[in-house]
């Protein structure tokens, strides 16, 4: 059987996960406010400030911020003896998050990364190019989506929806049993 941590472990590592957490929403808020000053500038020396601006949020607090909520949040499942199986909604949170990060990692991040090397060689001119106004409009509505996910992540740990309750105790015992294996194979 596992054992639990130390109350105040517990704490600090949820003050860790609430702070990565409010970081990571944060951070796409503020992308966000940045994508429509972006929209409405007339300098291409403003525009490229927008756009590093937009690429330094995401290098220096996004993803930081989601690598250190995602290794909090399944430190809390062990250390709270809750295990990613025990409850639906902790695997529906963790695929999600997944999702979120991969999407960021492969998709939003290299459009909002390419935006920024787009305006550092051509400035204003990129206006007059088609795949600058595509990349904008992808990043833009990718960040509001991945933003509306974030925040319903934070819901889904505020209400824990229970969820269909026949399905859970069902599969409960074959999805606690796989991860007592893995765990008492790590041992």
Not at 1 to 29: E, S
Not at 71 to 85: D, E, Q, V, Y
């Amino acid at each position: 059987m596992l054992q639990q941590a130390h109350p105040m472990t517990r704490q600090i590592l949820k003050c860790i996960h609430l702070t990565a957490v409010c970081t990571w929403i944060g951070g796409g808020l503020a992308v966000l406010v940045l994508l429509d000053n972006d929209r409405l500038t007339r300098n291409g020396d403003e525009l490229f400030a927008f756009n590093h601006a937009i690429r330094s949020i995401d290098d220096c607090l996004i993803k930081p911020a989601a690598v250190i909520s995602s290794a909090s949040g399944l430190f809390l499942c062990f250390l709270i003896n809750w295990r990613l199986a025990r409850h639906r909604w902790i695997v529906g949170k963790g695929i999600l998050t997944l999702g979120a990060i991969l999407f960021g990692a492969f998709y939003l991040g290299p459009w909002l990364q390419e935006l920024s090397d787009m305006t550092a060689a051509n400035r204003l001119a990129v206006f007059d190019d088609g795949n600058y106004a595509r990349t904008y409009q992808f990043g833009t509505i990718s960040s509001i989506v991945q933003t509306l996910l974030l925040v319903s992540l934070v819901l889904i740990s505020i209400f824990k929806p229970s969820f269909d309750q026949k399905w859970h105790l069902a599969h409960r015992k074959t999805w606690d049993s796989c991860f007592a294996f893995i765990s008492r194979a790590k041992s």
